[in-house]
C-alpha cells in the first residue's frame, strides 16, 4: 500500500462529508489494456468540475484506486505519481481539493490487504483522515470490487455507468446502491446547485 503526500491541514470531519473515489472509470476514461501513462490519462472534464464542486462545498474528497499495472510492469510509481499530479493540478484549477490518494501497487495474485474488494486502502484514508470509522461515508465506483470494499467499511455504494459500470449494473446484485450516470450526475445530487 502506498500514498501520496499527507495533507498539510488538520481535518475535523465526518465520515457523513467524506467521498471516496475509485479512479479509473470515475475520474478518468478506463482501458482494458490499462492507463499506463500521463499521455494515456484522459480525465473525464464532468468529473473534474464535479470533484471541485463537492470540495468547494465542503466535502471532503479521497481517492482509492486499484493499480496493478506497476506489479505487472506496464508503468512505475513515478509514472502514477504524475498521473496524480495531474489530477491534482486540474482539481484546484477547478476550484477544489483531493485530500488524499491512496493506491495499491500490487497484482491480484499477490495476497496483499490493500486490493480491493480487499479494505486496506479504504483504511489508509480513514487513518490519514483521522476519522474513527468510514461509516456514512459514500463511495463511487464503476466495479463490484469499489462497492464491496465500501460495503465492508460501512460506506454508502454509488456506482457510476462511465469506465466499466455499464457492465457492472448488467450483471445485477446491487441492492442498496444508487446509480448515476457518472460522478457529476452523484455529486449534483449530493451537493445541488442552489
Known amino acids: ?3 501520496q503526500p499527507l495533507p498539510t491541514q488538520p481535518y ?3 465520515p457523513q462529508k467524506v467521498v471516496i473515489l475509485d479512479r479509473d472509470g470515475v475520474i478518468n476514461e478506463d482501458s482494458d489494456e490499462y492507463i499506463k501513462s500521463l499521455d494515456e490519462w484522459k480525465p473525464y472534464p464532468q468529473a ?3 470533484i471541485a464542486h463537492l470540495a468547494r462545498h465542503g466535502w471532503t474528497i479521497a481517492v482509492a484506486t486499484n493499480q496493478s499495472g506497476i506489479a505487472r510492469g506496464y508503468y512505475d510509481e513515478a509514472e502514477l505519481a504524475r498521473m496524480h499530479e495531474r489530477l491534482l493540478h486540474l482539481v484546484r484549477d477547478a476550484g477544489g481539493d483531493i485530500a488524499h490518494i491512496a493506491y495499491c501497487p500490487h497484482g ?3 495476497d496483499c490487504a ?3 474488494p480487499r479494505v486496506g486502502l479504504l483504511d489508509e484514508i480513514q487513518a490519514v483522515l483521522k476519522l474513527e470509522s468510514l461509516d456514512g461515508a459514500w463511495l463511487v465506483g464503476d466495479s463490484l470490487r469499489d462497492l464491496q470494499a465500501g460495503e465492508s467499511k460501512g460506506c454508502h455504494g454509488v456506482l457510476v455507468r462511465t469506465g466499466k459500470g455499464h ?3 448488467a450483471k445485477g446484485g446491487l441492492a442498496n446502491v444508487r446509480i448515476f450516470d457518472d460522478l457529476a ?3 449534483y445530487f449530493l451537493q445541488p446547485l442552489h
Do not use: H, N, Y
Request: proline share 5%.
Open 167 to 169: 457492465r457492472t449494473e
Open 185 to 187: 450526475g452523484f455529486a
Open 1 to 3: 500500500m502506498s500514498q
Open 108 to 110: 491480484p495474485d499477490d
Open 12 to 14: 475535523d470531519l465526518v
Open 48 to 50: 473534474i468540475d464535479a
Open 114 to 116: 490493500c486490493r480491493k
